[in-house]
């Protein structure tokens, strides 16, 4: 297994540019997440899904849009890109919840809008 | 908004040392987690407790909780210079979506 990959690893954008960051998963989980941390900020939730179809806000979703039409596959938008979004972001996913299961993390994407 | 807050914000010992480190969070909680962060990679599950249990092992690793005080301990005992990283509490209530800290920055000199 693969587990969770992120791609890119590496993006610099310009200040109104778009781009969309793939993250993959092979473990047939339910829930992804789209995190982003950024220094002394420790993970902030952006939007996460729990199952194939959905998607849901969460703490820090302006800016960003998210698509899960394949269970294997959660997607993160950035319509036009912000300096305040220069940061690094990490996927994860997670089995079921409801059974407390842990979080698996993608090696995460770093991103610069300059 | 963070849930848990990691305490101390940074830590620094020699290999062989024990290293604790704290979260506190404020609201009730379902089942608390410890994550493992090297520089530049993705965070990794180190151990889960949930919010009937008080202590658990695995490993070097030992992690109690205190649900009457919102607190958790994450006790690496005999460290080593492999064990330099960040670590991160993450807590859970009904909704089943993760908050995290912080982090403590654990440095463990050869």
């Known amino acids: 297994n693969a587990g969770v990959t992120q791609t890119p690893k590496f993006r610099v954008l310009k200040t109104g540019q778009s781009m969309t960051l793939l993250c993959a998963q092979d473990?047939?989980?339910?829930?992804m997440y789209w995190y982003r941390q950024d220094p002394g900020m420790g993970l902030r939730l952006i939007h996460y899904?729990?199952?194939?179809?959905?998607?849901a806000k969460g703490e820090v979703p302006d800016g960003y849009n998210v698509s899960r039409l394949k269970k294997q596959n959660f997607l993160l938008g950035l319509e036009s890109a912000a300096p305040s979004q220069t940061s690094v972001y990490f996927c994860?996913?997670?089995?079921?919840?409801?059974?407390?299961?842990?979080?698996?993390f993608g090696p995460g994407t770093r991103l610069t809008v300059t | 908004s963070q849930q848990g807050e990691e305490d101390p914000q940074a830590l620094s010992i020699q290999e062989g040392e024990n290293a604790t480190m704290n979260c506190s969070y404020k609201?009730?909680?379902?089942?608390l987690q410890w994550y493992r962060q090297n520089s530049g990679r993705g965070l990794v599950h180190l151990i889960l407790?949930?919010?009937?249990?008080r202590e658990k092992h695995s490993g070097r690793l030992r992690v109690t909780l205190d649900t009457s005080k919102k607190s958790s301990s994450l006790l690496i005992t005999a460290s080593r210079a492999a064990d330099t990283a960040s670590y991160f509490c993450?807590?859970?209530?009904?909704?089943?979506?993760?908050?995290f800290g912080r982090g403590t920055s654990l440095i463990v000199h050869p």
């Open positions: 899904s729990v199952g194939e179809g959905t998607t």
């Open positions: 994860a996913s997670r089995f079921l919840p409801g059974q407390v299961y842990e979080q698996y």
């Open positions: 993450a807590t859970e209530g009904g909704s089943y979506i993760p908050t």
């Open positions: 407790i949930r919010s009937n249990e």
């Open positions: 609201t009730s909680i379902n089942n």
């Open positions: 473990m047939n989980h339910e829930y």
